[in-house]
């Protein structure tokens, strides 16, 4: 089996077991309301029943077509055309169980004629259709070897102006977390109340683990391979327009896995959750840990620039 078929392959089986809706509120830092209600959405602003970026494209952005990359069962896409945020989606992912998911909501939402559910692989990334006014990806980038070509085709799907916008993991590659991370991390998840530590598998979370590079391609082949290149690289092709950190460098490495637990009718829990979160802003502000999480969007500098 070669690499591609290893990665479509995971991400079939990942797709297979569950989808995406259905665990990132459990699991998930950035997929918990608590996060964005105590800390994110000062940066991003809110919506009612939105949760991230969302608010923040609605505001910014008023496109007519749309491409998003790394869709997986095409939440993001679903929940923007509900929203009429543009008149017609192209989502594309490497999973064809994840595409058939998506297709599928989409038919079951009455959207089937406005999100075009695709397979297609970002590290070879083939478009035949109209330009797009905005391309976006959501967690999806961080998992691209060949970023440089990734933004050289999305260079070249672009409508005159439009943009590229990418909310994405831009920490240590390969989940290679600094010392001081994971030592900020392990001392807030000790002194947190036992009845928080309890992971969804049952078992009992009692520090941050540090992975080796062969143990996380083992876990996950696709997981950051060059997540430390993407702002570079972004930055080398299009002409950034938008910059937003929004922290979880410390905060998702405490709370992964173990966040369902944290609700927000339990005051402790919402105190908990906000005491975290401060240390992971100092310790960002400090620079004692590297940015992890950020939104960039921008115009492509061979339209900006004449380049």
Not at 206 to 224: G, N
Not at 233 to 261: C, E, W
């Amino acid at each position: 089996m070669d690499e591609t078929s290893d990665r479509i392959g995971f991400w079939d089986r990942e797709f297979g077991e569950h989808s995406d809706a259905e665990r990132a509120s459990e699991v998930y830092t950035l997929g918990s309301p608590l996060f964005w209600k105590t800390y994110g959405d000062r940066r991003f602003g809110s919506e009612p029943g939105a949760l991230g970026w969302i608010p923040w494209l609605l505001r910014t952005y008023r496109p007519r077509r749309v491409l998003e990359l790394g869709c997986g069962t095409g939440d993001l896409s679903l929940d923007l055309a509900r929203r009429g945020f543009a008149d017609r989606f192209v989502a594309v992912d490497l999973s064809s169980v994840a595409v058939e998911h998506g297709r599928a909501k989409a038919a079951a939402d009455g959207l089937a004629d406005a999100v075009a559910f695709r397979t297609g692989d970002l590290n070879d990334l083939t478009l035949d259709d109209e330009p797009f006014d905005l391309v976006i990806a959501q967690m999806a980038v961080h998992h691209v070897d060949r970023l440089e070509v990734l933004c050289e085709r999305i260079q070249r799907c672009l409508s005159p102006g439009g943009s590229f916008a990418i909310n994405e993991y831009v920490g240590p590659n390969r989940w290679q977390l600094t010392r001081m991370q994971t030592a900020l991390a392990n001392a807030l998840l000790a002194r947190m109340p036992k009845r928080y530590r309890f992971q969804t598998d049952g078992h009992f979370r009692l520090k941050v683990p540090r992975f080796t590079v062969e143990e996380m391609i083992a876990r996950d082949p696709t997981e950051s391979p060059r997540s430390e290149d993407i702002e570079p690289v972004f930055r080398d092709h299009f002409h950034v327009d938008h910059r937003i950190d929004y922290g979880g460098s410390i905060a998702t490495l405490v709370f992964d896995s173990i966040v369902g637990n944290l609700r927000e009718d339990d005051p402790k829990a919402v105190l908990w959750f906000k005491r975290v979160m401060r240390v992971d802003h100092w310790a960002r502000l400090t620079r004692l840990v590297p940015v992890t999480n950020l939104v960039l969007a921008g115009r492509s500098r061979s339209i900006t620039t004449g380049a």
